[in-house]
Nanobody, 124 residues
Framework: QVQLVESGGGLVHAGGSLILSCAASGLTSSRYRMAWFRQARGNEREFVAA????????YYAASVRGRFTISRDNAKNTVYLQMNSLNVDDTAVYYC?????????????????WGQGTQVTVSS
């Protein structure tokens, strides 16, 4: 059974930092591209960042580029999202996703497995 479990969410003041973790089980992480998506209340789920199966390449949404960093430790079956310079617009439920396809890295339909999400709230 494949499971993705996010952790590390919480409340942080604007300008602060937070690290999210996604622990994967039931899959070989080195065979999957991994990504973070987020969904703010009332909004559609949007792409945040992705990392290739090898960890060589990363991709970011324009809104987070330069502030967020995605990384993975395949030996630990874990992917991370380092979030810096947080602002209130970053408030959302953050979801970890895994996929083996070769389609768009930013598309939700290219990921096969999803975590249940972790809440990130940024206060002004």
């Amino acid at each position: 059974q494949v499971q993705l479990v996010e952790s590390g969410g919480g409340l942080v003041h604007a300008g602060g930092s937070l690290i999210l973790s996604c622990a994967a089980s039931g899959l070989t992480s080195s065979r999957y591209r991994m990504a973070w998506f987020r969904q703010a209340r009332g909004n559609e789920r949007e792409f945040v960042a992705a990392v290739t199966a090898s960890g060589v390449s990363t991709y970011y949404a324009a809104s987070v580029r330069g502030r967020f960093t995605i990384s993975r430790d395949n030996a630990k079956n874990t992917v991370y999202l380092q979030m810096n310079s947080l602002n209130v617009d970053d408030t959302a439920v953050y979801y970890c996703a895994a996929g083996v396809g070769s389609g768009r890295y930013y598309g939700t339909d290219n990921y096969d497995y999803w975590g249940q999400g972790t809440q990130v709230t940024v206060s002004s």
